[in-house]
Nanobody, 124 residues
Framework: VQLQASGGGLVQAGGSLRLSCAAS????????MGWFRQAPGKERELVAG????????YYADSVKGRFTISRDNAKNTVNLQMNSLKPEDTAVYYC??????????????????WGKGTQVTVSS
């Protein structure tokens, strides 16, 4: 599975950004999809995930109520709408796919794929 992320950039605190990820995989609809992020000096963490069918989602506590993940299985895309951005959201964001279909995207289970990261910088 090849994943191509786009949509990162620089935004002021309180602003919004939308990340998109396109997958080159005919069985896209069987994969759980999600977004991780990694800030300098910190571990990579799961920010949001959506199940293969789109019926279940997961959000890290730090982004609940501000970020929304969605997927379009007809277009093989997954999006992350990020609102009310904070400086602590600054990180490299990575799209990921998990063959388990779970929204929690455990990289140690099943087949797991990473896309290249996209930088999100939130200025105060």
């Amino acid at each position: 599975v090849q994943l191509q992320a786009s949509g990162g950039g620089l935004v002021q605190a309180g602003g919004s950004l939308r990340l998109s990820c396109a997958a080159s995989e005919r069985s896209f609809s069987s994969y759980g999809m999600g977004w991780f992020r990694q800030a300098p000096g910190k571990e990579r963490e799961l920010v949001a995930g959506v199940s293969s069918g789109g019926g279940s989602t997961y959000y890290a506590d730090s982004v609940k109520g501000r970020f929304t993940i969605s997927r379009d299985n007809a277009k093989n895309t997954v999006n992350l709408q990020m609102n009310s951005l904070k400086p602590e959201d600054t990180a490299v964001y990575y799209c990921a796919a998990s063959s388990t279909g779970s929204p929690r995207l455990n990289k140690d289970l099943g087949m797991f794929y990473w896309g290249k990261g996209t930088q999100v910088t939130v200025s105060s």
